[in-house]
């Protein structure tokens, strides 16, 4: 079955400048999650949705960093005048319930990079 | 606030010895334990996990963890490596909505 999909998988960018990361997760999970991973770092947590809502988004960093998920499935994170330090890779993941338990399966990533 | 520490970025082990990789965590809640794998241009794969139950877990590879409460560790073993499981290994701790890693450790096999 398909897993959790992200596109795109690489993106290039000017300082400044406004990109926007897309998560498809695996069908019928309702909890999506947001992580960035810098080189040589654990995966961080951004923001936690359960169903079209954010229900912890305590992990972005600042208010140039936004995810929505609308219809509960597909979620886009968007990041607003674009910093060299936001160079990393963006890691979305899914879960069933979002119980703490739960596995979360990862996509394969998007590598942000901010010349 | 929960927290895992992995000790030692880089592991290198011979072929067909054994693997350690240690994780010791903080959690204020009984804590839900994770290891997963990343080969190279993968996505994170998950190993195994602790929720409740039996402290000695078996994952796929042949990997197993033990979650001792008293030392808070959750220790990834397996007992002969192959060059296959030349790869980075995250331990991972669970609740309050996410999940919080280490700085993962990345396995060398040295044939």
């Known amino acids: 079955g398909a897993g959790v999909s992200q596109t795109p998988s690489n993106k290039v960018t000017e300082k400044g400048k406004y990109v926007e990361l897309r998560c498809d997760p695996i069908s019928g999970h309702t909890a999506l999650y947001w992580y960035r991973q810098s080189l040589g770092q654990g995966p961080e947590f951004l923001i936690y949705f359960q169903g079209t809502g954010a229900a912890d988004d305590s992990g972005l960093p600042n208010d140039r960093f936004f995810a929505v998920r609308p219809e509960g499935s597909v979620s886009t994170l968007k990041i607003q005048r674009t910093e060299r330090g936001d160079s990393a890779v963006y890691l979305c993941?899914?879960?069933?319930?979002?119980?703490?338990?739960?596995?979360?399966?990862f996509g394969p990533g998007t590598r942000l990079t901010v010349l | 606030a929960q927290s895992v520490t992995q000790l030692g970025s880089h592991v290198s082990v011979s072929e067909g010895a054994l693997v350690l990789l240690r994780c010791n965590y903080s959690s204020s809640v009984p804590p839900y334990l994770f290891w997963y794998v990343q080969y190279p241009n993968q996505g994170l794969q998950l190993l195994l996990k602790?929720?409740?139950?039996?402290?000695l877990v078996k994952g796929i590879n042949g990997f197993e963890a033990e979650f001792k409460k008293s030392e808070t560790s959750f220790h990834l073993t397996k007992p002969s490596a192959h060059m296959s499981d030349a790869a980075e290994y995250f331990c991972a701790v669970g609740g309050n909505n996410r999940l919080a890693f280490g700085k993962g450790n990345q396995v060398v096999v040295i044939p």
């Open positions: 602790y929720t409740t139950g039996a402290t």
């Open positions: 993941a899914s879960s069933l319930t979002g119980t703490g338990g739960d596995e979360q399966f």
